[in-house]
């Protein structure tokens, strides 16, 4: 799932291949504020996927909360 979402962010993000200092910072901030909207809405699912796997599958207790930054 996330991995569909990034590469439509690439997609439809097209950059030119003159394009100035200004352009390319503009097109990597707005690709930056996409893919960090993405993980807030789908990291966990990431994130808790992960460390399962590592811990063999176990179940576990997930609480709902508030964003958190860290």
């Keep these: ?3 569909t979402a990034l590469r439509e962010v ?3 993000r097209e950059l ?3 394009a100035s ?3 390319l910072l503009d097109y990597y901030r707005r690709v930056h504020d ?3 909207a993405l993980w807030r809405e789908h990291g966990q699912y990431t994130y808790l996927h992960h460390l399962n796997a590592i ?3 176990q179940r576990l207790i997930v ?4 964003l958190k930054q860290f």
């Design 1 to 3: 799932m996330i991995e």
């Design 10 to 12: 690439r997609t439809t």
């Design 16 to 18: 030119s291949s003159g």
């Design 21 to 23: 200092l200004s352009e």
């Design 34 to 36: 996409e893919v960090s």
């Design 55 to 57: 811990f063999g599958y």
């Design 63 to 66: 609480r709902e909360t508030n």
